[in-house]
């Protein structure tokens, strides 16, 4: 069996090009799908994805491990930057959805699972929409908590909102004071049995990171996700240390060296690692392995297209540490015209019970595809009151 061509497909869905990636076998109707959405980069990583294709086309697509270490070594640079280990994501993922349906199995199972009987999942406020969810200003509590009891009844038990401002690199109690009352509507609104957990898109430095971090301590959230750079390892070192929330990162690691020296010093207790961008299957279970020698805990990073969240549901049913799955559903009205899924999500507690058809259990609608053809991203950037450059 050989791989005979790499073709990506790309589907504007607003903030999002979704970058899906067909890989093709001489093998009749024996294809797998990938993802490699990188908002922002999408030129770029279909143009790796084509110069990717140099080496695996003619190889044996039922090598996945084989051909990810030819992807990541042998173009001489190392594939671990953020457009190349994205474009072997999206290749990645596509041998396994093939190995799957070559040995007729869910991916899950080919890596020993399923390991649970559902696997639960959260919600961005509104739903992913882009104006509910990045663009609700922090000093606007009450909309925070009705769009939490949105998401309740919704069916989700759990939900994620970006109630942290951008600020400067250090500022004084009034940004705090708005983000401790856009929690706390949240939870008024909600109540103690839903699980709340905030973003701050790593806009704070380590100090504003903290400042944050304790301020919403009272309120119990499930996770606090990115309090500051992602490269300011010693900085979520100290705020996972200095609070009892758990500290959530890891969407930007994009290769296992990241990772060992983010655990190593402590950094989280929930690994965000993001499968379309961290080398696809093949390296987050190497990092899956390293999380669990240190007990940290798995929840993807996952608020891109269909075929990702397949990929991080299979992921789930064959990780014991994963806790739970990030989804959208309401980026674009159109996003389940796109896509034949094969796990059940029950609408009351959005859990998700597993696929058992082979691979990733996906059917991409390609003609459907081809009416969102790609459009630049909406530009989404941060500047401070003094017009210098902050973190979106
Ligand atoms: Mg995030």
């Given amino acids: 069996m050989k791989i005979t061509k790499i073709e990506t497909h790309v589907c504007h869905a607003r903030m999002r090009n979704w970058i899906f990636v067909k890989v093709l076998t001489n093998q009749d109707g024996l294809f797998g799908w990938g993802e490699a959405t990188l908002e922002w980069h999408t030129r770029a990583v279909v143009g ?18 084989h051909l990810w270490q030819m992807m990541f070594r042998q173009h001489f640079w190392h594939g671990g930057g953020i457009v190349r280990a994205t474009a072997i994501a999206g290749i990645d993922i596509a041998l396994w959805d093939i190995l799957g349906k070559v040995a007729g199995l869910p991916c899950s199972k080919l890596f020993g699972g399923p390991v649970r009987d559902y696997v639960r999942t959260y919600c961005h406020l509104g739903g992913g929409k882009m104006e509910d969810f990045y663009e609700t200003a922090v000093d606007e509590a009450r909309r925070f908590g009705d769009l939490a009891r949105q998401a309740v009844a919704d069916g989700f038990t759990a939900f994620k909102s970006m109630a942290v401002p951008p600020t400067m690199p250090i500022e004084g109690l009034k940004p705090i004071k708005a983000a401790e009352a856009a929690v706390k509507a949240m939870r008024d609104a909600v109540g103690e049995s839903i699980d709340i957990m905030v973003d701050c898109h790593a806009r704070p430095s380590p100090a504003m990171g903290l400042k944050f971090a304790k301020a919403l301590e009272p309120y119990g959230l499930y996770f606090f996700e990115e309090p500051c750079w992602p490269e300011s390892i010693d900085g979520l070192a100290a705020i996972n240390a200095a609070v009892t929330t758990p500290i959530a990162t890891g969407e930007r690691g994009t290769n296992i060296a990241y990772f060992r020296d983010l655990f190593n010093a402590r950094g989280c207790e929930i690994c965000q690692l993001d499968l379309t961008h961290c080398g696809g299957f093949t390296e987050a279970r190497r990092i899956a392995a390293l999380a669990e020698a240190h007990r940290i805990a798995l929840a993807p990073h996952n608020p891109q297209g269909p075929v990702s969240t397949a990929a991080s549901l299979e992921f789930g049913f064959s990780q014991p540490s994963y806790i739970i799955c990030e989804t959208v559903h309401a980026d674009v009205p ?37 009416k969102h053809p790609f459009q630049q991203e909406v530009l989404q950037r941060v500047f401070y009151k003094d017009g210098s450059v902050g973190d979106w």
């Fill in 48 to 65: 790796a994805i084509e110069d990717l294709a140099q080496l695996v086309v003619g190889e044996d697509p039922t090598r996945p491990e």
């Fill in 334 to 370: 159109w996003r389940q015209d796109v896509v034949q899924e094969g796990f059940t999500v029950e609408k009351q507690g959005r859990i998700v019970r597993p696929n058992t058809k082979p691979g990733l259990g996906i059917t991409i609608n390609e003609a459907e595809v081809k």
